[in-house]
């Protein structure tokens, strides 16, 4: 039957009959289940268990009516449906029963009970209890979707009015809600304002709506509204029972963050696309078959392929190589970092790389591998390293052209450049010398220049500009000189002031930054090791001229004691042999030199006379001739010959070309030096020493010892003197002098009268006084005369007698008799006339004749001996040399004066008072003179001894 229930649980309360056929009719329908009670207690029980859909009961049983039973049952479930049977119903049951909350009163036949009627009554119930309990569960869904804070509601009648709207529908607009109930729902202010076309969106909706179709929309809201939202709008019709559209729901949802998040999320999600297809890392995942489950778009950066190629010819074991890793390790741990591997990209070159491996579940992959490319890393720490070696092989490279080459040597591993080049500074010529350079660069470029540092070529340049220049195409560069070259990419690094760096591809753009970093650093490191090396020269040469200057000045100080001992001796030396074999002796001892020799000048046969000698001498003055000449002979005979010192600092030099260096060489002398022996323009020979190595007579030695010479020669005069002082025989020698520069020739010429200088010459530090006798002249005229004369600086006259008087001349130029008296001669007269003038020279007989007369010829021009004599003069010159020998030079100034000035002759010529004006001083000081002076003289007359003279005329 349509009506019998086909489902629940029915509880059947009573004990009539009717009941009991009742509940085995319910029972035998398949999905019900039928629950029995004979009293009210047991019903309720049931009840309350929850256990029943429906309550058929008796009108009367046990402990109860069914009025009580609908009360209690009512008190605990108000909407459970009960129907109510009886055998002998009333109308006034009826109306009781249905009062009490009763669903159904069911009123059977007495005698025959239809339980059939009952049973469709009974599932009518439960069915309209359960249209009952689903519409309450509707309105409850509803309530609680309408008072839902999180979605605005709205609920519009079936013409699309508003009727209602939610708390939260109401938040959605800054103005009051009520006064719009009854508008249509697309022209209220939700949606209308502005310039968006929102209101018409929201009203094809409604419309839709109306029609029976729901519909979704995400619309803007207008700004007029407040703050500016997007709402994403639900719209469903609600039906009647006949269904037809009853209302309208609109159910709005403020996703305005939602869209911002989505719109950003879009965005991260293009930069992460456009990153991945960017980036130069690759990742991959694969299953654990190996299989690819995701290829990022970037691959090819690192591997040449792209995504599709990749997966269809390359496996994750070829491609990153196999044991990678350990699966287990990476089971344990989760992730591995940093494997580093080699692998090979689709064109052939080799990348080194780094992966990490990692376990995830995305879609079907199990796998992920990131990998990046650490080539050009690995490259450079390799290039490092390289460079690290470098720069410790230059601590031990010890010259400018082996670092050069080094750096060469050095560049493809520290650049991967096999052309590479070296250019040095030469200061000197102020050009630019390739020092280094590698085959590769040969081949390329061709022959390397030497080029000027003027900055018009491009290595010049950057050394000059001290500026490195990079350039990717060398070709468009203006000051490439070489337009052939074969190099494409080159750089040029200065090396401080020490050169350039040239290193080159014959490709373009081989210098990215890590070429050019690395560049920068070889340059540096280079020009670091250049330096090491100038400063370390620098040190060395400083350290050997130290060295030099401490052997120069232990040599010098050696020399300086040789010549101190040489001077003591010269002192006590007593003869002329004596001075020169102890200078001989003293330079050859304690091996100072080898051999030293002393000559005497024979003008005669123009050689050089060995005279004494010491040392090493090994028979050289007996092997070798000492001709005397200004070149290509021995060097003692080039210093006779120049009267100049002559050193040798290398005997060995073109001894082919001159016989004396092969006899010097066999003696072991590989250096020489020959000095003068000269005293005011007189030789007195010449002094050569030999030492047994080379460069032994640097300049101070050589100034040192030129100076000895000058010390040997007054050493010789002094001794020539001593002797002169001591002899008793004298050679006279008479000159004529034809010489008009000669001051008293000049001046008797001038004066017309005649000049008598017979002795007496004062020096000092004015010039040279001399008094000069006149004759045939007036005093005065003479003394005008002189006063003209240059060589003449001061003229006093002493005395005058008439055409006869003494004149004392202030000579500014150099007189003959000091010089004379120097090598101890003396000048005993002068004698000037207009016509000629003549000089009478006495030359101890110790003295060589020629010596003097080489001294006269220096002296003036035109001189010829003519007379020459012997004279003794043992006694004369004894009385005369006791008694100066007790005269000051002071007394003897005095006492010349007084003589020449008349002062002794009677009567006197001048008075005491005119001679002491004449000398300078006080009258009572010139007396005490002449006083002391006459005491002497008589005190030496008084012991006087008689001599002889004898002359010989020759």
């Given at each position: 039957?349509s009506g019998?229930p086909?489902?629940?649980?029915?509880?059947?309360?009573?004990?009539?009959?009717?009941?009991?056929?009742?509940?085995?009719?319910?029972?035998?329908?398949?999905?019900?289940?039928?629950?029995?009670?004979?009293?009210?207690?047991?019903?309720?029980?049931?009840v309350e268990?929850?256990?029943v859909?429906c309550?058929?009961?008796d009108?009367?049983?046990a402990?109860a009516?069914?009025?009580?039973l609908?009360?209690?049952?009512?008190?605990?479930?108000?909407?459970l449906p009960?129907?109510?049977?009886?055998?002998?119903g009333?109308d006034?049951?009826?109306?009781?029963?249905l009062?009490a909350?009763?669903?159904?009163?069911?009123?059977l036949?007495?005698?025959?009970?239809?339980?059939?009627?009952?049973?469709?009554?009974t599932?009518?119930?439960?069915?309209?209890?359960?249209?009952?309990?689903?519409?309450?569960?509707?309105?409850?869904?509803?309530?609680a979707?309408?008072?839902?804070?999180?979605?605005?509601?709205?609920?519009?009648?079936g013409?699309?009015?508003?009727?209602?709207?939610n708390?939260?529908?109401?938040?959605?607009?800054?103005?009051?809600?009520?006064?719009?109930?009854?508008?249509?729902f697309?022209?209220?202010?939700?949606?209308?304002g502005?310039d968006?076309?929102?209101?018409?969106?929201?009203?094809?909706?409604?419309?839709?709506?109306?029609e029976g179709?729901?519909?979704?929309?995400?619309?803007?809201q207008?700004?007029?509204?407040?703050?500016r939202?997007?709402?994403?709008?639900?719209?469903?019709?609600?039906?009647?029972e006949?269904?037809?559209?009853?209302?309208?729901?609109?159910e709005?949802?403020?996703?305005?963050?939602?869209?911002?998040?989505?719109?950003d999320?879009?965005?991260?999600?293009?930069?992460?696309?456009?990153?991945?297809n960017?980036?130069?890392?690759?990742?991959?995942?694969?299953?654990?078959?190996?299989?690819?489950?995701?290829?990022?778009?970037?691959?090819?950066?690192?591997?040449?392929y792209t995504?599709?190629?990749?997966?269809?010819?390359?496996?994750?074991?070829?491609?990153?190589?196999?044991?990678?890793?350990?699966?287990?390790?990476?089971?344990e741990?989760?992730?591995?970092?940093?494997?580093?591997?080699t692998v090979?990209?689709k064109?052939?070159?080799?990348?080194?790389?780094?992966?990490?491996?990692?376990?995830?579940?995305i879609?079907?992959?199990?796998?992920?591998?990131?990998?990046?490319?650490?080539?050009?890393?690995?490259?450079?720490?390799?290039?490092?390293?390289?460079?690290?070696?470098?720069?410790?092989?230059?601590?031990?490279?010890?010259?400018h052209r082996?670092?050069a080459?080094?750096?060469?040597?050095?560049?493809?591993?520290?650049?991967?450049?096999?052309?590479?080049?070296?250019?040095?500074?030469?200061?000197?010529a102020?050009?630019?010398?390739?020092?280094?350079?590698?085959?590769?660069?040969?081949e390329?470029?061709?022959p390397?220049?030497?080029?000027p540092a003027?900055?018009?070529?491009?290595?010049?340049?950057?050394?000059?500009?001290?500026?490195?220049?990079?350039?990717d195409?060398?070709h468009?560069?203006?000051r490439?000189?070489n337009s052939?070259?074969?190099?494409?990419?080159?750089?040029?690094?200065?090396?401080g002031d020490?050169g350039?760096?040239?290193?080159?591809?014959?490709?373009?753009?081989?210098f990215?930054a890590?070429?050019?970093e690395?560049?920068?650093?070889?340059?540096?490191?280079?020009e670091?090791?250049?330096?090491?090396v100038?400063r370390e020269?620098?040190?060395r040469?400083?350290?050997r001229?130290?060295q030099?200057q401490?052997?120069?000045?232990?040599?010098?100080n050696?020399?300086?004691?040789?010549?101190?001992?040489?001077?003591?001796?010269?002192?006590?030396?007593?003869?002329?042999?004596e001075?020169?074999?102890?200078?001989?002796?003293?330079?050859?001892?304690?091996?100072?030199?080898a051999?030293?020799?002393?000559?005497?000048?024979?003008?005669?046969?123009?050689?050089v006379?060995?005279?004494a000698?010491?040392?090493?001498?090994?028979?050289?003055?007996?092997?070798?001739?000492?001709?005397?000449a200004?070149?290509?002979?021995?060097?003692?005979?080039?210093?006779a010959?120049?009267?100049?010192?002559?050193?040798?600092?290398?005997?060995?030099?073109?001894?082919?070309?001159?016989?004396?260096r092969?006899?010097?060489l066999t003696?072991?002398?590989?250096?020489?030096?020959?000095?003068?022996?000269?005293?005011?323009?007189?030789?007195?020979?010449?002094?050569?020493v030999?030492?047994?190595?080379?460069?032994?007579f640097?300049?101070?030695?050589?100034?040192?010892?030129?100076?000895?010479?000058?010390?040997?020669?007054?050493?010789?005069?002094?001794?020539e003197?001593?002797?002169?002082?001591l002899?008793?025989v004298?050679?006279?020698?008479?000159f004529?002098?034809?010489?008009?520069?000669?001051?008293?020739?000049?001046?008797a010429?001038?004066a017309?009268?005649?000049?008598?200088?017979?002795?007496?010459?004062?020096?000092?530090?004015?010039?040279?006084?001399v008094?000069?006798?006149v004759e045939?002249?007036?005093?005065?005229?003479v003394?005008?005369?002189?006063?003209e004369?240059?060589?003449?600086a001061?003229?006093?006259?002493?005395?005058?007698?008439?055409?006869?008087?003494?004149?004392?001349?202030?000579?500014?130029q150099?007189?003959?008799?000091?010089?004379?008296?120097?090598?101890?001669?003396?000048?005993?007269?002068?004698?000037?006339?207009?016509?000629?003038t003549?000089?009478v020279?006495?030359?101890?007989?110790?003295?060589?004749?020629?010596?003097?007369?080489?001294?006269?010829?220096?002296?003036?021009?035109?001189?010829?001996?003519r007379?020459?004599?012997?004279?003794?003069?043992?006694?004369?010159?004894?009385?005369?040399?006791r008694?100066l020998?007790?005269?000051?030079?002071?007394?003897?100034?005095?006492?010349q004066?007084?003589?020449?000035?008349g002062y002794?002759?009677s009567p006197?010529?001048?008075?005491?008072?005119?001679v002491?004006a004449?000398?300078?001083?006080?009258?009572p000081?010139?007396?005490?003179?002449?006083?002391?002076v006459?005491?002497?003289?008589?005190?030496?007359?008084?012991?006087e001894?008689?001599?002889?003279?004898?002359?010989?005329?020759?």
């Amino acid at each position: 039957m349509s009506g019998v229930p086909d489902s629940g649980s029915v509880l059947v309360v009573g004990k009539s009959d009717w009941v009991a056929r009742f509940a085995e009719e319910l029972g035998s329908r398949p999905g019900v289940t039928v629950l029995e009670a004979e009293t009210k207690a047991a019903a309720l029980r049931a009840v309350e268990a929850g256990e029943v859909d429906c309550v058929v009961a008796d009108a009367d049983f046990a402990d109860a009516t069914a009025v009580d039973l609908l009360t209690d049952v009512r008190s605990t479930v108000a909407t459970l449906p009960v129907v109510i049977a009886t055998d002998g119903g009333s109308d006034v049951l009826a109306s009781e029963v249905l009062g009490a909350g009763a669903t159904d009163y069911v009123a059977l036949d007495a005698d025959s009970p239809d339980v059939e009627t009952l049973l469709t009554r009974t599932g009518r119930a439960l069915r309209s209890a359960r249209q009952s309990a689903g519409e309450r569960e509707r309105a409850r869904q509803f309530d609680a979707m309408f008072d839902d804070e999180r979605t605005a509601t709205w609920v519009l009648d079936g013409e699309g009015s508003l009727t209602r709207a939610n708390r939260t529908a109401r938040e959605l607009l800054n103005a009051p809600v009520d006064p719009l109930v009854g508008g249509a729902f697309w022209s209220l202010p939700w949606w209308t304002g502005g310039d968006d076309p929102t209101s018409d969106d929201v009203r094809r909706l409604v419309e839709n709506a109306l029609e029976g179709t729901a519909g979704n929309a995400v619309v803007p809201q207008p700004s007029e509204v407040g703050r500016r939202r997007i709402v994403e709008l639900s719209v469903r019709p609600v039906t009647d029972e006949r269904g037809e559209v009853a209302s309208v729901v609109v159910e709005g949802i403020d996703i305005t963050a939602r869209v911002s998040l989505e719109r950003d999320l879009r965005r991260s999600e293009e930069l992460h696309r456009v990153t991945l297809n960017n980036m130069t890392d690759t990742v991959l995942i694969t299953d654990e078959s190996g299989a690819y489950t995701y290829v990022c778009p970037n691959v090819h950066f690192i591997f040449g392929y792209t995504a599709d190629e990749l997966r269809e010819r390359v496996p994750i074991d070829e491609l990153l190589g196999e044991d990678l890793f350990d699966r287990d390790e990476l089971a344990e741990r989760g992730v591995l970092k940093n494997i580093e591997s080699t692998v090979t990209d689709k064109a052939g070159r080799e990348h080194t790389i780094l992966v990490n491996v990692r376990e995830v579940s995305i879609r079907d992959g199990t796998l992920l591998f990131s990998c990046r490319d650490i080539t050009k890393r690995k490259q450079r720490e390799d290039a490092l390293t390289t460079l690290h070696e470098t720069a410790r092989e230059f601590l031990y490279t010890g010259t400018h052209r082996q670092i050069a080459q080094r750096v060469v040597d050095d560049t493809p591993g520290v650049l991967a450049l096999d052309a590479s080049a070296v250019y040095l500074f030469d200061a000197d010529a102020n050009v630019l010398r390739p020092a280094a350079y590698s085959p590769a660069m040969r081949e390329a470029h061709g022959p390397l220049p030497t080029v000027p540092a003027d900055g018009e070529t491009l290595p010049s340049h950057s050394f000059v500009e001290d500026s490195p220049l990079y350039f990717d195409d060398v070709h468009e560069a203006d000051r490439l000189e070489n337009s052939a070259t074969g190099l494409r990419s080159v750089a040029y690094v200065p090396l401080g002031d020490h050169g350039v760096f040239v290193a080159g591809s014959t490709e373009v753009g081989a210098f990215d930054a890590v070429a050019r970093e690395l560049t920068d650093l070889l340059a540096v490191t280079a020009e670091a090791a250049l330096d090491r090396v100038t400063r370390e020269s620098r040190l060395r040469e400083q350290d050997r001229t130290l060295q030099r200057q401490n052997d120069r000045l232990t040599e010098l100080n050696r020399i300086n004691e040789t010549i101190r001992e040489i001077d003591q001796a010269l002192v006590g030396a007593q003869t002329r042999e004596e001075i020169d074999y102890t200078v001989c002796e003293l330079l050859t001892a304690a091996d100072r030199f080898a051999f030293a020799w002393v000559g005497s000048v024979d003008p005669i046969n123009e050689t050089v006379e060995p005279r004494a000698w010491a040392g090493d001498e090994r028979g050289y003055l007996d092997s070798t001739t000492f001709d005397i000449a200004a070149s290509s002979v021995e060097p003692a005979g080039r210093t006779a010959a120049t009267g100049e010192v002559t050193t040798v600092p290398n005997v060995a030099s073109g001894f082919r070309d001159e016989p004396w260096r092969k006899d010097a060489l066999t003696r072991d002398y590989l250096s020489v030096l020959s000095i003068p022996l000269v005293y005011n323009d007189l030789s007195h020979g010449v002094l050569t020493v030999y030492a047994t190595t080379h460069d032994a007579f640097d300049e101070t030695a050589t100034a040192v010892l030129a100076e000895l010479g000058e010390t040997i020669a007054s050493a010789l005069s002094a001794l020539e003197r001593k002797n002169a002082l001591l002899t008793t025989v004298v050679t006279r020698v008479g000159f004529a002098v034809d010489d008009p520069t000669f001051v008293l020739s000049r001046l008797a010429r001038n004066a017309e009268c005649t000049l008598t200088y017979q002795g007496g010459v004062q020096q000092s530090a004015e010039g040279n006084y001399v008094f000069v006798t006149v004759e045939d002249g007036a005093v005065e005229s003479v003394a005008a005369a002189a006063d003209e004369l240059v060589a003449v600086a001061d003229v006093r006259q002493i005395s005058t007698d008439g055409d006869a008087g003494v004149l004392r001349l202030r000579l500014t130029q150099p007189f003959l008799a000091p010089e004379l008296a120097d090598h101890g001669a003396v000048l005993a007269e002068v004698r000037a006339t207009p016509e000629e003038t003549t000089l009478v020279v006495d030359v101890p007989e110790s003295i060589d004749v020629r010596n003097v007369t080489h001294l006269v010829d220096e002296a003036f021009a035109g001189v010829e001996l003519r007379t020459k004599q012997t004279l003794d003069q043992s006694t004369e010159r004894d009385l005369f040399s006791r008694f100066l020998d007790k005269l000051t030079e002071r007394q003897l100034e005095v006492l010349q004066t007084a003589y020449y000035s008349g002062y002794f002759e009677s009567p006197r010529e001048n008075t005491g008072e005119e001679v002491a004006a004449t000398l300078g001083i006080s009258p009572p000081a010139f007396y005490k003179h002449v006083r002391t002076v006459q005491r002497k003289l008589f005190a030496t007359l008084f012991d006087e001894h008689s001599g002889s003279v004898s002359g010989r005329a020759e």
